[in-house]
């Protein structure tokens, strides 16, 4: 199989950005832009870094997913934090379920056309 193309990251930037929308959406933090993307950027940036390690560590889709997800879940958290955001171990837990859901759909989907 050939490298996952950076066309995939597009991909994953929107999971992320339709996780922080329905985020905002369900906290009733409004969905000006600015607000959105305060709350995505953390995890953009880390998803973008997962992003680069994964297609370098490895040519599988499933396993950069992974790799994906590690960082946008472990990096981002640390990186909400560190702008200033907060940490809840609930917050911790339902955000590890939703990107494991929101980036992963789309790789299944995709795995199945590529075999």
Not at 71 to 95: E, H
């Amino acid at each position: 199989m050939k490298r996952i193309p950076f066309s995939y990251l597009a991909l994953d930037l929107i999971a992320v950005t339709i996780f922080a929308l329905i985020g905002r959406m369900s906290h009733q933090h409004g969905l000006t832009a600015l607000g959105v993307l305060s709350t995505a950027v953390p995890f953009l940036v880390a998803t973008l870094i997962g992003f680069i390690v994964g297609r370098y560590l490895t040519r599988n889709l499933m396993v950069q997913g992974l790799i994906v997800w590690l960082f946008t879940l472990n990096l981002g958290m640390i990186l909400r934090v560190a702008f200033g955001g907060g940490f809840a171990v609930s917050f911790y837990i339902v955000t590890a379920i939703a990107l494991l859901i929101f980036c992963g759909i789309w790789r299944l989907l995709l795995r199945k056309s590529i075999y």
